[in-house]
T-cell receptor, first 113, second 111 residues
Framework: DTAVSQTPKYLVTQMGNDKSIKCEQNLGHDTMYWYKQDSKKFLKIMFSYNNKELIINETVPNRFSPKSPDKAHLNLHINSLELGDSAVYFC????????????FGQGTRLTVV | GENVEQHPSTLSVQEGDSAVIKCTYSDSASNYFPWYKQELGKRPQLIIDIRSNVGEKKDQRIAVTLNKTAKHFSLHITETQPEDSAVYFCAATRAGNQFYFGTGTSLTVIP
């Protein structure tokens, strides 16, 4: 069973479009995250979310919004895509109240043309 | 919040040599320090971790050391092999907090 799964794996779209990336975890974790990894490989946190609290990295444009239908899902919606949004996006989850390891999804490579 | 610095950003070693990657953190309340390995095109995966009540932990060819007083921790890989080539990330966190990752080290093991 895949612990953290995200879809799609690849996404190619035109500037100005709106797109979503889906993420699901079956680990029963209390917290899910979205990270952006650009060509320099840095893992930049975008959002941290549990059923009580959404923490938004202040540098993330408001075109990006997390949507959580339930505890096991955290989707990423992006409006008005720009060329600079091209990157690999990773979903992750952890049991934040115990401070244990984070598990990552396989990543979504987003290319904006 | 926490600030994690990682050095070096790139590291090349000959096969069989050792590799050392160092990280420092700023929040003295952080008590969990995982290390992740990310192979090309793959997701980051945990390879070893250490908690603040332990000074060193070893798993075969990899080891992690922690100096709480100085707030730094290091990853040591001995007898490096080509399959160790990857990007390595350190992180620091504590219960109730998010993960703070270092900026990554691209390790190349030259056969």
């Amino acid at each position: 069973d895949t612990a953290v799964s995200q879809t799609p794996k690849y996404l190619v779209t035109q500037m100005g479009n709106d797109k979503s990336i889906k993420c699901e975890q079956n680990l029963g974790h209390d917290t899910m995250y979205w990270y952006k990894q650009d060509s320099k490989k840095f893992l930049k946190i975008m959002f941290s979310y549990n059923n009580k609290e959404l923490i938004i990295n202040e540098t993330v444009p408001n075109r990006f919004s997390p949507k959580s239908p339930d505890k096991a899902h955290l989707n990423l919606h992006i409006n008005s895509l720009e060329l600079g949004d091209s990157a690999v996006y990773f979903c992750a989850s952890s049991q934040r109240d115990r401070g244990t390891e984070a598990f990552f999804g396989q990543g979504t490579r987003l290319t904006v043309v | 919040g926490e600030n994690v610095e990682q050095h070096p950003s790139t590291l090349s070693v000959q096969e069989g040599d050792s590799a050392v990657i160092k990280c420092t953190y700023s929040d003295s309340a952080s008590n969990y320090f995982p290390w992740y390995k990310q192979e090309l095109g793959k997701r980051p995966q945990l390879i070893i971790d250490i908690r603040s009540n332990v000074g060193e932990k070893k798993d075969q060819r990899i080891a992690v050391t922690l100096n709480k007083t100085a707030k730094h921790f290091s990853l040591h890989i001995t007898e490096t092999q080509p399959e160790d080539s990857a990007v390595y990330f350190c992180a620091a966190t504590r219960a109730g907090n998010q993960f703070y990752f270092g900026t990554g080290t691209s390790l190349t093991v030259i056969p």
